[in-house]
């Protein structure tokens, strides 16, 4: 199975400041049509799991512009630009080329 | 709006069995795939089941194969998951999940937690 590893269990950021999120893929995730099966996801407390990134870079409906993903073959990146107050969660990238699907470990934004 | 309502957890024992369902509304569900996510207890995200638009197909991983049965009800927007042969390490919280055409989740439900425990 394809084993995605987020290496940073937690990142500790001040508002304002620029953040990125890495995560790494035992094989590449490129498929035949181009893309990468690749996305990204918010968990913040009493709220339901938000998709932010599919495709490594495009951004699902409503997400704000400072939230950039980038990468390819097997190095993918969550940057997020001026973090805000509400961008402290925790991030979870997810595969989905191959069966099983399989989600990153996930990285914890924290207040410094 | 999409909206995804799971139901059905609770506290069960080691060996038996419990049966999850996810109600969903706003969209057209039967032109979905959906799928079943867990997330035991301060952990991180587990994929646990999809099955296509028709119920025709389904995908587990090797953790839940054999034990788990993912289904559909199209004509009452309705998913369910069957969890046999439970087991401790089955406990987590189970997401009802959209996925969206581009192959992620695009909608969550909030979850229904499962303990399983004597």
């Known amino acids: 199975q394809i084993t995605l590893t987020q290496q940073a269990e937690s990142l500790w950021i001040s508002p304002g400041e620029r953040v990125s999120i890495t995560c790494r893929a035992s094989?590449?995730?490129?498929?035949?049509?181009?893309?990468?099966?690749l996305s990204w996801y918010q968990q913040r407390p009493g709220q339901t799991t938000k998709a932010l990134i599919y495709h490594a870079s495009v951004r699902t409906d409503g997400v704000p512009t400072r939230f950039i993903g980038s990468g390819s073959g097997t190095e993918f990146t969550l940057s997020i630009e001026h973090v805000q107050p509400e961008d402290f969660a925790i991030y979870y990238c997810l595969q989905t080329l191959k069966s099983p699907w399989t989600f990153g470990g996930g990285t914890k934004l924290e207040l410094k | 709006e999409v909206q995804l309502v799971e139901s059905g957890g609770g506290l069960v024992q080691p060996g038996r069995s419990l049966k999850l369902s996810c109600a969903a509304s706003g969209f057209t569900f039967s032109n979905y795939y959906m799928a079943w996510v867990r997330q035991a207890p301060k952990k991180g995200l587990e994929w646990v089941a999809t099955i296509s638009t028709s119920g025709s197909r389904t995908y587990y991983p090797d953790s839940v194969k054999g034990r788990f049965t993912i289904s559909r009800d199209n004509a009452k927007s309705s998913l369910y998951l069957q969890m046999n042969s439970l087991k401790s390490e089955d406990t987590a919280t189970y997401y009802c999940?959209?996925?969206?055409?581009?192959?992620?989740?695009?909608?969550w439900g909030p979850g229904t937690m499962v303990t399983v425990s004597s």
């Open positions: 094989q590449s995730l490129l498929y035949t049509d181009g893309k990468h099966y």
């Open positions: 999940a959209r996925r969206g055409p581009s192959w992620y989740f695009d909608f």
